[in-house]
């Protein structure tokens, strides 16, 4: 009996054992399995970008969207610029007003470049010198007066009072030397190489950056139509559309729509004719169907303008100034104001060939003869209709601004501003309130109630950019505007 007993126990002991051998070697090869799986496939091959071989890589020469774009991979910058308009530190530690025209910046010295130099305030007094004077940035930077190093911090002198300038510190941080190669050196996730007859990025690895793509192909491609094409049968992987024309169209591969602070807008001749009364330039803006614009003028890739400042700009607050539809019962009441009758209420609007805007324009002329307006199209080629525009000889036009990214108005209030025609600022107390509000001396809603009134100009959408990329390509595309490949660590091409 005693001997059964001691078998059964060793027969028991031996089957535990073999279950818990089998357990750890199952163990074993899922961790295996489990490090397999997780580890990064570097592609060095199948991510192209397109590029202008004619035009300069440095980001202060370059002239072409295409080389501008890829700045943002090779150059860090000051500030980035969030979802709300808001400045982020990126370079800077971070910055603050002495005064109201006088801003300094910090900057953190342990920071260094892709070739392992230190980044110098020097370095950042260079680009922001560079900078102002960049076909790229240059006209946003026109509040910067002059700049110098003190410590480890740059002081920046303003032109005039702009809180929100920091904002505008969103342009490379480059070496004032170069690479062996004669490529501008940046701090960014990616560094300009010589690959036998090409120039490709290689992944920057020694900042950290850990990618699935480490090389990235630059294919010479440089008109806009040719690139269009090329994004929609893969020879490139990826391209940054700003719709300067509806290539939403054109386009079968997949996209993404990107905020940007282009504001589609009516200039109104306010010096002469029936677009002098305000009551009219007042109903011209309430009858006006702003949704239908974004959505069927600019196929959707439009924001509603409901303010004089960018919808996502949360500095401004939660101002609706302008309705989404149109009030055509307001509308009339506001003509009703105005003195005239039906007989005076024959108006034009100067449209360019820009296909866009000619669709915003008959959009236009149908909501406004829904509330009484003889309305005319004057359809012109470009250079007619800039000197037209430039000699104030309109009644209304379709226009268009890039803003820059503090929001700054003077484009339209300044005498030297490129959207001021038409705008009889002498009649006007807006732009003077605007200014006062910079300065600190005045409440943004008092501004915000005298164009109203007055509506010097009748702000109407902010026009989309595009992201389009592969549709082989894996990966959440988080690019915005002036960080278009923000999240491009994450993408990839595997299966």
Same mark, same amino acid.
Not at 156 to 166: D, F, M
Not at 198 to 224: E, H, R, W
Not at 275 to 289: C, E, G, H, L, P
């Given at each position: ?7 059964? +126990? ?34 060095? !091959? ?55 025209? !006088? ?202 303008? !409901? ?41 034009? +609007? ?97 501004? +915000? ?47």
């Amino acid at each position: 009996m005693l001997k059964k007993l001691i078998t059964l +126990i060793l027969a028991a002991a031996l089957i535990i054992s073999c279950f818990s051998g089998c357990a750890s070697n199952t163990d074993e090869e899922q961790t295996t399995a489990t490090v397999q799986t997780t580890a990064k496939e570097i592609d060095n !091959t199948t991510f192209k970008l397109s590029y202008t071989q004619s035009d300069s890589l440095n980001p202060f020469e370059a002239k072409t969207q295409n080389n501008q774009v890829l700045a943002s991979l090779v150059f860090e910058s000051l500030f980035d610029i969030d979802e709300n308009y808001e400045a982020v530190t990126n370079i800077a530690t971070g910055y603050a007003f002495t005064d109201n025209t !006088t801003l300094r910046i910090d900057i953190n010295p342990q920071l260094k470049f892709s070739d392992g130099s230190a980044i110098e305030t020097s370095d950042v007094v260079y680009s922001i010198n560079a900078a102002k004077d960049s076909p790229a940035y240059g006209s946003s930077l026109g509040c910067i007066n002059s700049v110098y190093a003190e410590g480890n911090s740059v002081i920046i002198s303003l032109n005039y009072a702009n809180p929100y300038a920091v904002n505008l510190l969103t342009f490379p941080i480059a070496s004032q030397g170069s690479s062996e190669d004669g490529f501008p050196i940046g701090s960014g996730r990616y560094v300009y190489e010589n690959s036998e007859d090409d120039v490709v990025l290689k992944a920057n690895k020694d900042s950290g950056f850990d990618p699935y793509i480490g090389t990235i192909t630059l294919v010479n491609i440089a008109a806009a139509d040719s690139i269009d094409n090329a994004v929609n049968i893969g020879n490139i992987s990826y391209a940054f559309r700003d719709m300067s024309s509806d290539t939403s169209k054109r386009l079968s591969c997949a996209k993404k729509a990107v905020a940007m602070n282009n504001l589609i807008y009516i200039g109104v001749n306010s010096t002469i004719g029936i677009t002098s009364n305000a009551y009219i330039r007042q109903a011209i803006s309430t009858a006006v169907d702003r949704t239908v614009i974004a959505q069927s003028a600019y196929s959707g890739y439009a924001d509603v303008a !409901t303010s004089v400042f960018h919808p996502d700009f949360s500095a401004a607050g939660d101002i609706n100034l302008f309705p989404e539809s149109a009030d055509t019962a307001n509308a009339v009441q506001m003509i009703n104001m105005s003195g005239y009758d039906s007989d005076d209420l024959s108006i034009s +609007i100067l449209v360019d060939t820009n296909e866009n805007k000619i669709s915003c324009a008959n959009l236009l002329k149908n909501q406004l003869e829904a509330v009484g307006f003889k309305v005319t199209i004057e359809r012109k080629s470009i250079t007619q209709y800039r000197q037209l525009v430039r000699k104030s000889n309109f009644q209304l036009y379709i226009g268009e601004v890039k803003l820059s990214d503090d929001m700054c108005l003077y484009p339209f209030f300044d005498e030297d501003g490129g959207a001021k025609y038409g705008i009889n600022l002498k009649s006007m107390s807006c732009d003077d309130l605007y200014r006062q509000y910079l300065e600190g001396e005045e409440e943004l809603g008092k501004f +915000i109630l005298a164009f109203n009134e007055e509506m010097p100009y009748i702000p109407l959408a902010y026009k989309k950019g595009m992201i389009c990329y592969s549709k082989a390509m894996n990966g959440d595309m988080q690019g915005y505007y002036g960080n278009f490949f923000s999240n491009i660590e994450s993408w990839n091409f595997n299966s």
